[in-house]
């Protein structure tokens, strides 16, 4: 018998699907793809666009909105709050943790690159209210650095301190 893969990696998925008695389709295949491609959270419709399947057929919008459903499921995606009108998924790897910063100005989304900043709050919560398996989503709004610079073109105004 062979070993399953049941690393968090596309062949590990789909193999993971196939045990689970699920047919591995060349639009499953295409979404899993494109999700593992995906720099930042993308909605069905950019999933949709981006998993390409051989000879540039796109999988239906359907196929794209079942299969995400069906990973949310698993615990293999998560849906991550932007403040838009439709959601957003990103995958979530188990040896990971997922805190965004997000730029309301042109909808960068950064992937935290730091220990989780509630996590100790999280565990306190635990504690005091006797909730077990917390998880969390957080996202922190504001402008990138590139939307908060003025803009290059803009005339100088006048420098130094007005002192009236
Ligand atoms: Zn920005
Ligand atoms: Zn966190």
């Given at each position: ?5 049941t690393s968090?990696t596309a ?7 196939r045990?689970?008695?699920?047919r591995?389709t ?5 979404i ?5 491609n995906?720099t930042s ?5 950019e999933?949709?666009?981006q ?9 239906d919008?359907?196929?794209?909105f079942?299969?995400?459903i069906?990973l949310?499921?698993m615990?293999?995606?998560h849906?991550?709050?932007?403040k ?6 990103e995958?979530?790897?188990p040896s990971r943790h997922y805190d965004?910063l997000?730029?309301?100005?042109c ?5 935290l690159d ?5 996590a100790?709050t999280?565990?306190?919560l635990?504690?005091q209210?006797?909730?077990t398996?917390l ?6 709004f504001?402008?990138c650095a590139?939307c908060?610079?003025p803009?290059a073109s ?11």
């Amino acid at each position: 018998m062979t070993q399953p893969d049941t690393s968090f990696t596309a062949d590990g998925i789909l193999s993971l699907l196939r045990s689970k008695g699920m047919r591995v389709t060349r639009s499953r295949r295409g979404i899993l793809k494109a999700l593992f491609n995906a720099t930042s959270p993308l909605s069905l419709v950019e999933l949709q666009k981006q998993a390409e399947i051989e000879g540039g057929v796109l999988p239906d919008y359907a196929t794209v909105f079942r299969m995400m459903i069906l990973l949310d499921g698993m615990d293999i995606v998560h849906k991550v709050n932007l403040k838009r009108s439709c959601s957003y998924y990103e995958l979530s790897d188990p040896s990971r943790h997922y805190d965004h910063l997000v730029c309301v100005e042109c909808g960068k989304v950064i992937l935290l690159d730091m220990p989780c900043p509630v996590a100790e709050t999280e565990k306190q919560l635990a504690q005091q209210y006797g909730f077990t398996g917390l998880k969390h989503s957080l996202e922190f709004f504001g402008r990138c650095a590139e939307c908060s610079a003025p803009p290059a073109s803009a005339p100088e105004t006048a420098s130094g301190p007005a002192i009236v």
